[in-house]
């Protein structure tokens, strides 16, 4: 008996028991579905965490200091144990990074370094702006891809001759000048205790990253929203009376991989700090991170899968009964098609197909469902759909292989009838 044949005899029986057929294939249909919609939320979430992240920069390279007796993560702002202060002797130094530069050409693009000021406000009459005040360098807006709308960003003049110069964010602009153009104008700021003039030389578009959107935060009036107002890094130093760096962001050329030049990037500064009691250099990449936030959803949605996959055991019994209970239905059957010639392997080929059959029918309904679930999961959760094509063919796989497992038994059993015996059994 041909394989075409086993086929059309498979779908010829599913045809005739439908409502044995579809109470049989329901563990299947129920352990796909869920195993597929766990799946694409996932797959989903795992997508829009990888966008978001990378908006950070994916090739950025950050470098901090941290303290040489911590044990925990390696990356973050500068690292403070109690009873010590970071002084100016320990920082990194623009020689260092100077250096840096010139060892690695190829692999780094820009620096961004900043000096936060403070949290502080600006007011023009009635109208008001939260802001934080934060000094930069002029590679700051390339490294960070910030997005000049009006004027020029921070230059290196600006920087080294100190000028009070500021870049401020649209929606700033928006609240204290309306439709005025603000470049030119003076904008009072105040922060901790201190008042100081600046003026605006170029406006920026704000932009959050999506990370509004990821933690759930918004706002309910522009005028609540607190922006980064840029002015030159030598000011902000000068303000904070402080030298030196406590941290800072490298942009990497394209190409590079930025986990491993982090490796090198603590190798070259652990020249500088080998004898530094307190602090060390360490880096990281948001590559690294997107990689582990990758691997974590990835366990978790494989541990929820194996959980729902338990209703596939459940199902592949269900079909073992089913198979079993049709070749007693069907002995006489066996017992005539052996009678007439047909080998132990077809009578077991002939069941097996059907088995697979049953199985597949109700992989691809829960793979339908699982689908349009999963999709309607990501929906509710804000998340663009993503179906996964490799783990759709896993499913297809599985339901497979559940159906040869446990489809095997009943028809080797069947293989093994006695055609006499076969053909007296009533």
């Known amino acids: 008996m041909r394989f075409a044949d086993n086929l059309m005899e498979a779908l010829s029986c599913l045809r005739t028991n439908k409502m044995r057929s579809i109470l049989t294939m329901l563990g299947i249909i129920i352990g796909i579905t869920a195993v597929i919609a766990i799946m694409t939320i996932g797959t989903s979430l795992q997508g829009y965490l990888e966008e978001t ?18 044990e925990g993560p390696r990356f973050g702002a500068a690292i403070m144990r109690v009873g010590f202060e970071i002084k100016d002797k320990d920082k990194m130094t623009d020689e260092m990074l100077d250096d840096l530069k010139a060892q690695y050409p190829d692999e780094i693009k820009a620096y961004s370094i900043s000096e936060d000021v403070g949290m502080g406000q600006t007011v023009k009459g009635k109208d008001y702006a939260n802001l934080s005040l934060a000094g930069v360098n002029p590679e700051y807006a390339v490294a960070e891809s910030v997005t000049v709308l009006r004027g020029r960003f ?20 928006a609240n204290i000048f309306g439709d005025e153009n603000p470049i030119g104008r003076e904008l009072t700021i105040q922060t901790q205790g201190h008042i100081d003039i600046y003026t605006i030389v170029g406006v920026y578009e704000y932009d959050d990253g999506g990370m509004g959107a990821l933690m759930g935060v918004s706002t309910s009036s522009d005028y609540d929203m607190s922006t980064n107002v840029y002015i030159p890094l030598s000011v902000a130093q000068k303000v904070n009376n402080s030298r030196g760096y406590t941290n800072f962001t490298i942009l990497t050329e394209t190409g590079v991989n930025s986990t491993d030049f982090g490796k090198k990037v603590e190798s070259f500064f652990g020249k500088y700090y080998s004898r530094n ?4 250099v360490g880096a990281f990449s948001m590559e690294s991170i997107v990689a582990e936030a990758t691997s974590m959803l990835n366990t978790f949605a494989i541990a929820i899968a194996g ?10 019994i269900g079909v073992m ?9 069907r002995t006489r059957e066996i017992g005539t098609r052996k009678a007439i010639g047909a080998t132990n392997g077809e009578i077991r080929t002939q069941f097996i197909v059907e088995s697979v059959v049953i199985c597949l029918v109700g992989g691809a309904i ?3 469902a699982g689908s349009a679930l999963g999709a309607v999961g990501a929906y509710v959760l804000d998340f663009p759909a993503r179906a996964s094509g490799s783990r759709i063919l896993l499913s297809v796989g599985v339901s497979s292989a559940i159906g040869v497992f446990f489809g095997y038994y009943p028809a080797n059993k069947a293989a093994r009838l006695d055609p006499i015996d076969a053909l007296r059994y009533e």
């Open 307 to 316: 959980i729902a996959a338990i209703s596939l055991l459940v199902g592949g």
């Open 321 to 329: 009964n089913i198979m079993l209970v049709s070749i007693t239905e």
């Open 366 to 368: 829960g793979i339908v």
């Open 53 to 70: 992240l990378s908006g950070f920069g994916i090739n950025n390279v950050t470098v901090s200091l941290r303290s040489k007796n911590d």
């Open 154 to 173: 921070i230059a290196d003049d600006d920087d080294a001759a100190r000028r009070r110069l500021a870049v401020v964010s649209d929606k700033l602009a």
């Open 277 to 280: 009691e307190n602090y060390t």
